[in-house]
């Protein structure tokens, strides 16, 4: 790709270039290429691009180069179409915003009482992100104020559709000022998509991206093994295969047990994830998952049901599902961001119609057989670069993101470029950092108080 494709070609604020870089944000998406300067000039845009192309980055980073975090009103406002999504473009916001200083992001959706979230907006709420239902309850019910907002953006606006939101999105836009600018972005782009593109932008940019997307590509392969050699051979796909993040599907929980304790006793970095854990341990293990504290997720398909855990590098199948379909839900998570994606499913010999099943039903995969063999040098991707340290503070006690990075980078002991993903949660917080400089960063957040306060800091292993 060429230098164009870098952020540090267009016109951001330092803090936001300087924090791509430490995200490994190294070029722009294709929708973020063409997009992003045309936002930055203010335009309206109607963008059109897959899912997994990093839309959300696109309108953030727009929204965040004139963030003045000293104002407390609302900047900008985004609407998406169910609460995960929007918990999800929020997340993304919070570490796009983490080098400058105190920008407040919120998420307004139903199925949490309105009251903290009342409390949230008089405090001062500089993003908000919410469902139209529950930002239009806040709209009618003057809680959230709109004067001073000056970008809205609807993000995947056909499912909105889909969902029977237009009234209710309009409802919204016509409390909004009328010099704003208008984003919406859309996978898919239906009759409804036009007329509401009409109704609310002023002289739109029409962006197709979907034809120049290096499509999220994903090669599969399948390879026959033995009943009894099934979990030596899943690790010689892993040591053959893996990438950063990779999922494992298995059909049992007794599986997943079985693969993760098989897993571990290999030195693989490996975590389970299924039915029968609590809320906190499922939130635990998605983060520590995707901050790469761990490089091998081990899930049943009812338990991955709904997990935003976005794109993994591979995905690796211990046994086929025996629906076709749950093959491509599967595979479907891996692919991220133009990178190739990679899946690999062992087959016994009598699970060969499986394979067959799923080739008849849809014709265009192509899964190719893969010899699997003990690999040399087995990838160094299995071994996890970082370690989760957990602190006893959350939002509860007005911690952010960079409150936990300044604390440690502070004494210059550690440079920021070694503290990964920060999930400030209600009670507590997880912070990813280099192995290598984790000793110090427990010993620097459990000695130097943080807004004055002192937390416990733990490490997660
Ligand atoms: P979309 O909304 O288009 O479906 P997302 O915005 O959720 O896609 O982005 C998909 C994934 O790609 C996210 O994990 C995001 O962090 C990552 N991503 C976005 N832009 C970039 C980039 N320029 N470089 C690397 N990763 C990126
Ligand atoms: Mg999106």
Not at 230 to 257: Q, Y
Not at 364 to 387: F, N
Not at 411 to 426: P, T, Y
Request: charge should be neutral; aromatic fraction near 4%; proline fraction near 3%.
């Amino acid at each position: 790709m060429s230098e164009e494709n870098n952020f540090e070609s267009l016109p951001l604020r330092s803090e936001l270039v300087e924090n791509l870089a430490a995200l490994e944000y190294r070029q722009m998406t294709v929708v973020q290429q063409k997009a992003l300067p045309l936002i930055l000039q203010g335009r309206d845009v109607v963008a059109r691009a897959k899912t997994g192309s990093g839309k959300t980055a696109a309108f953030a980073l727009g929204m965040l180069n004139t963030v003045d975090s000293s104002q407390l009103h609302t900047h900008a406002l985004v609407l998406c179409p169910t609460r995960e999504l929007a918990n999800q473009v929020t997340e993304e916001i919070r570490s796009l915003a983490r080098r400058i200083a105190n920008v407040r992001v919120l998420t307004l959706c139903g199925g949490t009482p309105t009251g903290p979230q009342v409390g949230s907006l008089e405090r001062g709420v500089h993003i908000v992100v919410g469902t139209p239902g529950r930002t239009l309850k806040h709209l009618t019910k003057g809680t959230l104020k709109v004067q001073s907002i000056k970008t809205v953006v609807l993000d995947e606006a056909d499912r909105m559709m889909d969902m029977g939101f237009s009234d209710e999105i309009e409802a919204i836009l016509n409390y909004l000022p009328r010099k704003r600018q208008t984003l919406l972005f859309s996978a898919t782009y239906p009759d409804g998509i036009a007329k509401i593109s009409g109704r609310v932008q002023e002289d739109p940019v029409h962006l197709d991206v979907t034809q120049m997307e290096s499509s999220a590509e994903i090669e599969e392969h399948w390879s026959l093994v033995r009943l009894d050699q099934r979990l030596h051979c899943l690790l010689d796909a892993l040591e053959d295969m893996a990438g950063t993040l990779n999922i494992v599907f298995c059909n049992t929980k007794v599986d997943c047990a079985e693969i993760t304790s098989y897993l571990r006793s290999a030195n693989v970095a490996a975590l389970t994830i299924h039915g029968d854990l609590e809320q906190h341990e499922r939130t635990e293990t998605l983060i520590r998952f995707s901050n790469q504290s761990a490089t091998v997720l081990v899930a049943t398909d009812v338990a991955a049901r709904g997990l935003d855990i976005g794109k993994v590098d591979a995905v690796f199948n211990f046994e086929l599902p025996t629906q076709p379909e749950v093959y491509l839900h599967r595979i479907g998570r891996t692919g991220r961001a133009g990178r190739k994606g990679h899946a690999i499913s062992l087959v016994t010999h009598n699970e060969r119609r499986r394979l067959e099943d799923i080739q008849s039903e849809f014709p265009h995969t192509d899964i190719q057989e893969y010899e699997l063999r003990r690999v040399a040098e087995p990838s160094s991707a299995l071994i996890p670069t970082m370690t989760t340290i957990e602190i006893s503070g959350g939002r509860r006690n007005k911690l952010r993101p960079g409150d936990f990075l300044g604390a440690i980078t502070a004494s210059k002991e550690i440079s920021g470029s070694a503290v990964g993903k920060i999930n400030v949660l209600e009670k507590n917080t997880f912070v990813a950092v280099d192995k290598k400089v984790h000793d110090q960063a427990v010993r620097i957040l459990n000695s130097a108080p943080i807004k004055g306060k002192s937390y416990r800091a733990r490490s997660i292993t």
